[in-house]
Nanobody, 125 residues
Framework: QVQLVESGGGLVQAGGSLRLSCAAS????????MGWYRQAPGKQRELVAN???????????HYADSVKGRFTISRDNAKNTVYLQMSRLQPEDTAVYYC???????????????WGQGTQVTVSS
């Protein structure tokens, strides 16, 4: 089976930085899109950023307006790992951050969207 394991959350003061990591492991043929979502207390889960690697070359990224210019998503395809570098953090960034990945386990199966268990990010004012 496939597992997504997140790390890097914690407590930071406003204006600080954190780097989240999410590694996919298990039976994997190909990882398509990978992304980060977050859910604050009492709010719906929202997209933070995602990244799609092309089959031949390059990758494309997408960010929520609220994090553009402060957060950077990247991935290491050899390690099936996605990162989220978060800078200039604000209290409103406080949430549980979840990674997800669209993963194909065999060449003749459809991809499936997997989720990590979540990691808490708390930004104090």
């Amino acid at each position: 089976q496939v597992q997504l394991v997140e790390s890097g959350g914690g407590l930071v003061q406003a204006g600080g930085s954190l780097r989240l990591s999410c590694a996919a492991s298990g039976r994997i043929v190909r990882v398509n899109a990978m992304g980060w979502y977050r859910q604050a207390p009492g709010k719906q889960r929202e997209l933070v950023a995602n990244i799609i690697s092309g089959i031949t070359s390059g990758s494309s990224t997408h960010y929520a307006d609220s994090v553009k210019g402060r957060f950077t998503i990247s991935r290491d395809n050899a390690k099936n790992t996605v990162y989220l570098q978060m800078s200039r953090l604000q209290p409103e960034d406080t949430a549980v951050y979840y990674c997800n990945a669209d993963i194909r386990q065999t060449y003749d199966s459809n991809p499936y969207l997997y989720w990590g268990q979540g990691t808490q990010v708390t930004v104090s004012s």
